[in-house]
């Protein structure tokens, strides 16, 4: 199996508080990962080490190592934006541009020069239809994104990252503000994605993970408590607290 991510030994402060501990993970390619763990205990933050998001915001220190193609990520010779067109990354609350639907995937390419029409196009409805939504857009994608459901906003996001060709797809509970049946769409669509992407996904819903992942990380206080088959996890965990926490005795 192929590995995406190697992180070693990774620590990161918020000023004095340490937010996570001696993080250590294999993440799979091809595969979806999910993170567990009740609020506040470090998901967030280290979906976005893994694209260097934490770089923004001030006072916020990492130490150790994820390795990414045999090259840590932090290092000198890393290319920031490269990173992130590499590994894309989709937000909890829908947040398309207000502008029209092809506008919006056509956003990222556009903003590396990409000017050609014929091209354009053809990235706009190849990543709608990798995104499940072409079918309900196609004969208005000129018109606004907003005006677009929670469901479908969010299956555009999903194309927007799409569009710029990347190898993961970070997503931080990307279905916490849909109802059930856009929650249902999207999580049949990160099972089609898998093949093409190596997903990462934050989840505060236990039957979320055990649905759609390979592979489930429990954190704990900004501590990685158990790594393993998302079967394993779920069924026969190692860990006392994992057993806790999935039983909901806690979080
Ligand atoms: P989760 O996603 O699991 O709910 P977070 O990664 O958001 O947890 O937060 C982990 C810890 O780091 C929490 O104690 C939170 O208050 C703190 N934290 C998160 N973001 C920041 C920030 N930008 N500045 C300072 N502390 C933060
Ligand atoms: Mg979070």
């Given at each position: 199996m192929e590995t995406c991510f190697k992180v070693k030994d990774l620590n990161l402060y918020y000023g004095e508080k340490q937010?996570?501990?001696k993080i250590q993970m294999n993440i799979y390619k091809n595969k979806v990962t999910a993170f567990i763990g009740?609020?506040?205990?470090g998901k967030s933050t280290f979906l976005r080490c893994l694209n260097r998001m934490?770089?923004?915001?001030?006072?916020c220190k990492i130490d150790g190592l994820i390795d990414k193609d045999g090259i840590?990520?932090?290092?000198?010779?890393?290319d920031i934006v490269d990173l992130r067109t590499k590994v894309g990354m989709v937000f909890q609350k829908p947040n398309p541009f207000p502008m029209s639907i092809f506008d919006n995937v056509a956003y990222g390419p556009r903003c590396q020069g990409l000017k050609d029409k014929k091209k354009l196009d053809e990235i706009v409805v190849k990543s709608l239809k990798q995104a499940a939504l072409y079918d309900e857009v196609s004969d208005r994608?000129?018109?606004?994104?907003?005006?677009?459901?929670g469901g479908q906003q969010q299956r555009l996001c999903i194309a927007r990252c799409i569009a710029m060709e990347p190898e993961v797809i970070l997503m931080d509970?990307?279905?916490?503000?849909?109802?059930p049946i856009a929650t249902a769409k999207i999580e049949e669509l990160i099972e089609q994605l898998k093949e093409k992407y190596t997903i990462i996904i934050v989840t505060h819903s236990m039957q979320q993970a055990s649905r759609i992942s390979d592979y489930t990380a429990f954190f704990l206080l900004g501590e990685v408590i158990e790594f393993d088959n998302t079967k394993t996890i779920f069924s026969?965990?190692?860990d006392k607290r994992t057993e806790d926490y999935i039983t909901g005795r806690f979080g």
């Open positions: 937010a996570l501990k009740p609020s506040g205990c934490n770089d923004l915001i001030e006072g840590d990520i932090y290092s000198s010779k890393t994608l000129h018109e606004s994104a907003l005006g677009l459901s509970e990307p279905t916490s503000a849909l109802d026969t965990p190692t």
